[in-house]
């Protein structure tokens, strides 16, 4: 094998670990795949606790820039924590952690439409908006 060959595989491998470990790491947004993986005891394995303080890499900004639920980032640190990979597994815990995320994901859809309203020039809004309805005529000369 020559060493193009050889830099083409190990990029072709590397590749293939940096999607996988993506993919992986994305998931970990989603509190019911949390609450599966400790269901099934595998937040308690050694190697996979191992392995998560493994994936603490993607926190740094080169690799953040490629996830696309932020939550996964955030998952990630609380599964350092022996205490919450027990909790997580519970009924009660997955419910909360649920409700936390979708009202984050609503007051932050919230705040940013209100932030683009607040800096939105008042020509770009519909008249509704910036004043009183008007009689405008519909056609000119009518």
Known sequence: MSQAEANTDLKTANRARFELEL???????????LHSLAQQGILNQPSFVNF???????????YARFILYPHAL???ELLQHAEFRAEIGKDEWREALNQ???DHWRTRADSSSRAQDATAP???LPPSATS?????????GS
């Open 132 to 140: 009183e309805t008007h009689n405008v005529p519909l056609t000119n």
């Open 52 to 62: 998560l303080k493994y994936l603490m890499y993607w926190k740094e900004k080169d």
């Open 122 to 124: 008042a020509e770009s």
């Open 100 to 102: 936390k995320q979708f």
């Open 23 to 33: 993919e992986f790491v994305q998931s970990l947004a989603n509190p019911f795949y």
């Open 74 to 76: 955030h998952h990630l």
